[in-house]
């Protein structure tokens, strides 16, 4: 467990999948936790699961409203960025508008986040970042995923250039890499094959544990990392021994 009494984190989509889990982790460690979603309604259910958890609808693709959320808020330790969107598509079939959304949703609005939350960090010597990426950027190429694995290499620049510029200042900012895990999205993309028993099966079948990851325990990865006052501009594995 990490002692995150009198710690104040911001984690966005956390009104579903990993984003919730570890808001609600946090917040079993005793932090103070805003959670950010554009679905609303879903977000703030939160509130009645832990104490210490507020919540905000926010749309981290506006500039606006993050800086008046970060400026109310105030002093953030934490901050985790697990926005993002996982698309399918090659290279030859890539639809230039969605990848335009995706670099946007999963690259663009972590820089926003940490553009105006890194002030408040620096100004008092303290900081810690987590940015969600993905085992499919992280260690090996995934076909079908060619615009997502982007993203999320990106996401990985990103974390190291962060970790190094402001490594002398007390920021740390590293980033997850998970594999498959059990999600609201997930069951989408499983669904829009037309086969979701097929899917689920074949993905199972490809997974060394032989189960798809929960999003608890990534969670609890998520919030030992934000804890790991040693470690900074690393990436964190957790697939179930994917690329093991
Ligand atoms: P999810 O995709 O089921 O839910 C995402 C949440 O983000 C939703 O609550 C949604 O309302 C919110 N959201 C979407 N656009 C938003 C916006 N513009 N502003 C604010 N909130 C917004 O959750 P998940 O599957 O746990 O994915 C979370 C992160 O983990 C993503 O970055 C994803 O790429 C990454 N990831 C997921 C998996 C997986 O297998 N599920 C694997 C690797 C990485």
Redesign the pocket.
Known sequence: AVDLRGKTVLV??A?????RASALEFARQGATVHA????EV?VRTLEAEHEGIKTHK????DDTAIQTLVKKIGAIDILFN?????LNDTILNVDMENFDFAFD??VK?MVRMIRFVLPGMLARGEGSIIN?A??SACTRGVPNQFT?GTT?AAVIGLTKSVAAEYVGQGIRCNAIC????D????EDRLRSTGDYEAARESVIASLPMGRIGT?EEVASLVVYVAGATYATGQTYVIDGGLTM
């Not at 926010?58 to 693709?61: N, R, T």
């Not at 697990?82 to 996982?86: L, P, R, S, T």
């Not at 998970?178 to 895990?181: H, Q, R």
């Open positions: 966005s989509a009104a579903q999948g990993i984003g950010i979603d554009i679905n879903r926010l749309d981290v693709l697990c926005a993002g969107i996982v949703l999963n609005s969600m993905s085992v997502f999320k998970p594999g498959v895990v999600t609201p999205s997930l999003p």
